[in-house]
């Protein structure tokens, strides 16, 4: 891994386990963290990679933004998710961010079936799954509810519903970094 990866790996690493902790205490990434992370990606990447450098790390957080973006809409992940994963392309451009993306969303995954086996919630996950595939089809007519993953935060049982997702793509990243050392070591 050359030098400037790797500083951009520790940046995001540090950022994500950061936002990780918060997430996992009281399912919330702040502002302070997220846009700070999403601008300086943008200005230390236009400023070593000059333009191109600025637009690698934009079409990046353009990535990291859209692909959580419409989960955002339909009401199942916090704006906090969709800013930090930004931030996580504007530092790592594409196409590691996908990477990140892909291994996150596959944690993510695992995390809530498991969730969902443990508490008993297989009746209950297959009923929002219903609802959540009417959202999509319907989201032509009408953006999803915004308050949703507002309401879930709120409830008493939020440890045992929901994913912290910054928690998820920080282990993505630690999971690509173990990779890409095992490879160099070998």
């Not at 990606?41 to 070593?48: E, I, N, T």
């Amino acid at each position: 891994m050359d030098r400037t990866l790797g500083f951009c790996f520790s940046v995001v690493l540090a950022a994500t386990l950061t936002a990780a902790v918060t997430d996992l205490r009281s399912f919330k990434i702040s502002n302070v963290l997220t846009l700070p992370l999403l601008l300086s990606g943008l200005v230390y990447h236009g400023v070593a990679g000059g333009v191109e450098g600025f637009w690698g790390s934009a079409l990046g957080a353009l990535f990291g933004f859209g692909a959580l973006f419409l989960f955002y809409l339909l009401g199942g992940i916090g704006g906090g998710d969709v800013k930090l994963m930004a931030g996580v392309g504007a530092w790592l451009g594409m196409p590691v961010v996908v990477l990140v993306f892909v291994v996150a969303s596959m944690t993510a995954g695992i995390y809530a079936v498991v969730l969902i086996v443990v508490t008993g919630r297989v009746r209950e996950t297959w009923t929002n799954l219903k609802v959540l595939w009417l959202r999509l089809a319907a989201v032509g007519r009408h953006l999803g509810a915004d308050d949703r993953i507002e309401a879930e935060v709120e409830r008493s049982d939020r440890r045992r519903r929901l994913v912290p997702f910054a928690a998820m793509v920080a282990a993505g990243i630690v999971a690509l970094l173990v990779c890409v050392w095992l490879r160099n070591a070998a």
